[in-house]
């Protein structure tokens, strides 16, 4: 695994228990590992920290961001060790251009930046082998945050799961396996089938109004699904775990003011199985990275 990399300057911005696992991954393989925001001990002693990102990222051949994303301003603030966010906006223009830059999802700042400033951006979360793999800790954490919050069972509890891509696919069949009776509700007429082949009941996007009788709302579609309008109809008791990333699909300031608990739950790998999450970035990263630098001394020579 990952045998090309030894020597290769790579930083790393921010940190979570998975970034902790594929940095120490990485030191392992003979990297010239840069950090920021590490916790400087164990494996990653070996490793260069700094305290200025910028200083860090002056020529890299790759960069990663965290699974967790950045805030609406380009600001890293998933991290363990750094004393004050990380603004990913201010460093990307100091990236060396054609630079690789990994992130999990990136905002629009972010991709917008990067375009402009020529990098290669590679959205991590959008990769299927990294998908698929995290939607199981992710189901597993929104099914855990539902128990800790509700004062039902799953088994023969009311739910719906709004999105069928592969975290709500994972849900749903999860929430099957613990006797939920489970609704799904999306705009795709090929998900609906999907529902049903997993024992689901499908229900139509634009017909949610009809539906109020849940106990239980899953959310996995990042736009707006759960306006005040809906959240109005719900009885006060239903609880509502948002995973969408950004903004979630929940007016959650109109949930607090009727009383309802919405929770926008993020980042769930790694809160809830941060050593599986950390095994699906080491298993992935390395081969993704040869793949990239290979790319990128192929352009090299075509330029």
């Known amino acids: 695994m990952g045998r090309q990399l030894a020597g290769v300057s790579i930083t790393m911005l921010g940190c979570d228990q998975r970034e902790i696992g594929l940095a120490e991954a990485l030191v392992n393989l003979g990297t010239d590992l840069r950090l920021v925001g590490f916790p400087r001990e164990g494996t990653l002693k070996r490793a260069l920290h700094f305290d200025d990102p910028v200083e860090a990222v002056r020529g890299t051949q790759a960069t990663i961001a965290p699974m967790s994303n950045t805030d609406e301003e380009g600001r890293i603030v998933a991290d ?18 054609y630079t690789p830059l990994l992130i999990g999802v990136a905002k629009p700042i972010i991709r917008g930046l990067a375009t402009q400033y020529g990098l290669t951006l590679v959205e991590m979360a959008e990769i299927d082998e990294i998908a698929v793999l995290n939607s199981i800790p992710t189901a597993e954490g929104a099914i855990f945050v539902a128990m800790e919050n509700t004062l039902i069972t799953i088994h023969n ?147």
């Open 80 to 97: 363990l060790g750094a004393k004050e966010p990380i603004s990913l906006a201010e460093v990307i223009p100091k990236i060396p251009r």
């Open 157 to 303: 509890s009311r739910c719906l799961v709004l999105g069928l891509g592969r975290c709500g696919s994972t849900l749903a069949r999860n929430l099957v396996g613990l006797g939920a009776h489970v609704t799904v509700s999306s705009r795709s007429a090929t998900d609906l089938a999907r529902a049903v082949a997993l024992n689901c009941e499908p229900l139509p996007l634009e017909d949610l109004h009809f539906r109020t009788d849940f106990q239980i709302i899953f959310n996995t579609i990042p736009a707006l699904v759960l306006p005040r309008s809906y959240l109005r109809l719900l009885d006060a008791a239903t609880v509502i775990v948002d995973i969408a990333s950004g903004p979630g699909g929940t007016d959650f300031a109109a949930a607090e003011e009727l009383e309802i608990l919405a929770i926008h739950a993020l980042s769930l790998p790694g809160k809830v199985a941060p050593k599986t999450a950390a095994d699906i970035l080491i298993k992935t990263i390395p081969h993704l990275l040869e793949k990239l630098l290979g790319e990128e001394h192929s352009n090299d020579y075509k330029r």
